[in-house]
């Protein structure tokens, strides 16, 4: 064992984070209230993640070892209070260390370990990158200052442009607030993923973090208020959007609006239907891929 990786185990030794036998990777079972009727979405490969903050558990994703990046990011919906958490970048130790405890932590100080650097992603990889870290589950879809703290993970972040994740993109993230605080009555259960390039991956640094071509996310609010605007008849019980995260994409999917800011021209977000985005995660992956039980149809 490397002299790194030995500091980085007595540190979590240290902290109490060191314990074997409790993985929250591998296994959705500790964190099934995060989807509708306890059924996480269907179709996609990768490691289940039960993202443990604290000692609990914050949400829920479907991670990608060789991508290293989420596939999605599962939660529940609550609306914020207070201001932005500072951003303390976490890591997964049971990535890294079988037998770590389930608990996300800061990244401790000084050279980071190798064995984290080749489990996950890492600050670095997006240093003097044009990608920013995008969050699937994004801090301003909660309440509580640990769930918020807790979404600043790299097993919850994607590379995306700036043009979509200050644009459109967060926008929309806005839109899914208003929306749902105004009408959801009850629990508001949200999936946020990505769609990779059809052809060829696009890399970070290397072949050290995939890149997607396009972000999806859907909601499941299967208790809503029926008066709704005649806007949003068609949002509820469930919507869902497709965002761009190249420009140079084709249009097939999301098309550009010319008249676009420049900085956000062509990361443009196409707002549409459970089963059409499911139409096109059918295309793109190719295999049937569902996102909620019974397409969130309310029933028992």
Not at 71 to 93: D, H, L, T
Not at 155 to 172: A, D, F, M
Not at 185 to 192: D, N, P, Q, R
Not at 212 to 220: I, K, R
Request: glycine share 6%; with cysteine; hydrophobic share 30%.
């Amino acid at each position: 064992m490397s002299r790194c990786c030995t500091l980085v185990v007595f540190f979590l030794i240290f902290i109490g984070l060191w314990c074997p036998g409790k993985a929250d990777v591998g296994d959705f079972t500790p964190c099934l209230h995060f989807f509708y009727k306890s059924w996480p979405p269907k179709g996609l490969i990768g490691s289940p993640i039960c993202q443990r903050y604290f000692n609990q558990y914050r949400f829920a994703s479907l991670y990608s070892r060789p991508r290293r990046s989420p596939w999605f990011s599962a939660y529940i919906y609550s609306a914020p209070e207070g201001k932005r958490p500072r951003a303390s970048w976490k890591f997964e130790p049971q990535l890294t260390y079988s037998g770590a405890d389930g608990n996300m932590i800061p990244f401790p100080p000084g050279p980071l370990d190798q064995n984290v650097v080749e489990s996950q992603a890492v600050g670095p990889d997006y240093n003097n990158s044009t990608y920013s870290r995008g969050h699937l589950n994004p801090s301003l879809h909660h309440q509580k200052h640990e769930d918020r703290s807790a979404t600043f993970t790299f097993t919850n972040v994607v590379p995306q442009k700036s043009g979509s994740n200050e644009g459109p993109w967060e926008i929309l993230e806005q839109t899914i607030n208003r929306t749902l605080d105004a009408f959801c009555l009850g629990e508001a259960y949200i999936v946020t993923g990505v769609m990779p390039y059809q052809d060829e991956e696009h890399w970070l640094k290397n072949h050290r973090v995939a890149v997607p071509e396009y972000l999806w996310s859907a909601y499941c609010c299967p208790n809503y208020n029926t008066s709704l605007p005649i806007e949003l008849e068609d949002t509820f019980p469930t919507y869902a959007a497709v965002g761009r995260n190249d420009r140079n994409s084709s249009e097939d999917i999301v098309p550009i609006n010319p008249s676009a800011q420049k900085q956000f021209r062509g990361y443009d977000v196409r707002k549409m239907s459970l089963e059409t985005l499911e139409v096109y995660l059918r295309e793109r992956f190719k295999t049937i891929i569902s996102v909620f039980y019974d397409q969130c149809s309310g029933s028992n």
